[in-house]
Nanobody
Framework: VQLVESGGGSVQAGGSLELSCRAD???????IGWVRQAPGKEREGVLC????????YIGDSVKGRFTASADNARNTVFLQMHNLEPDDTATYYC?????????????????????????WGEGTPVTVSS
């Protein structure tokens, strides 16, 4: 199983970026999350979304700025990042699982929901300059 991220890059503070995570499984029973890690900082859960839209996790540091959407036809989940800040600079990893109880994973708190993920992408870097 593969998760392939794309869309990272450099942007000035206040700008926007959209990351995508393409899965090689259908988005009919899935959970996909975004995890970021910056040098010298702890890994942080950014957002977790699933086919069960009522069960979603959004990290406190990105609430009101980051959202997620899915294109089922392309098996792709998008992370829309707005009003970016220098503290958002990190490598962003897409993590995911499908089948079974995938629909309830995102109702768990961080870092518990990460334990429910089976697959990791390679990561894509995001740099926000002030």
């Amino acid at each position: 199983v593969q998760l392939v991220e794309s869309g990272g890059g450099s942007v000035q503070a206040g700008g926007s970026l959209e990351l995508s995570c393409r899965a090689d499984f259908p988005l009919d029973n899935y959970a996909i999350g975004w995890v970021r890690q910056a040098p010298g900082k702890e890994r942080e859960g950014v957002l977790c979304t699933s086919h069960n839209d009522r069960k979603k996790y959004i990290g406190d540091s990105v609430k009101g700025r980051f959202t997620a959407s899915a294109d089922n036809a392309r098996n792709t989940v998008f992370l829309q990042m707005h009003n970016l800040e220098p503290d958002d600079t990190a490598t962003y990893y897409c993590v995911g699982t499908h089948g079974g109880a995938a629909g309830i994973i995102c109702s768990l708190d961080w870092p518990v929901w990460l334990d429910g993920m089976d697959y990791w992408g390679e990561g894509t870097p995001v740099t926000v300059s002030s």
